[in-house]
């Protein structure tokens, strides 16, 4: 059996990510990317699959319209989506691929995803994170 952990962490250095601190045990990654403005992502090898997760922004505002916002914007991620985490209020980056056949490639379209949606949409982030209520 491949080990996926080192596979992964060989594919995201070859791919300039800094690997901030690696639990082979838990088999979890925490990465960045400064130029791709991708800082703290956890990436987890939880066989069979991998899971990226990115804290984006805390919600100051939690009505409908706010999700609703999140939702049709999500249309718009390439790979991953908007998620939420237990309290509703966090709002997180979130990708799963399967370990097994993962590539180098379908890694970095899944990071390039998140760097995308960063640097396209971070004014909207912003106003999700600190205005009242939000208009698509």
Request: aromatic share 8%.
């Amino acid at each position: 059996m491949d080990n996926h952990f080192e596979k992964v962490k060989n594919y995201l250095l070859d791919l300039d990510y800094n690997i901030i601190h690696a639990n082979e045990e838990d088999g979890v990654l925490w990465v960045e990317n400064e130029e791709a403005g991708i800082y703290n992502l956890v990436i987890g090898c939880a066989d069979p699959i991998l899971i990226m997760e990115q804290f984006l922004f805390e919600l100051s505002d939690t009505s409908a319209e706010v999700y609703k916002n999140l939702l049709i914007k999500n249309r718009d991620i390439i790979h991953g989506a908007f998620v939420l985490d237990e309290t509703g209020k966090r709002v997180i980056f979130r990708d799963t691929l399967q370990l097994e056949n993962l590539d180098q490639n379908e890694l970095e379209g899944s990071l390039n995803s998140l760097a995308l949606l960063l640097s396209e949409y971070m004014e909207e982030l912003i106003k999700f994170s600190t205005e009242n209520t939000v208009k698509a």
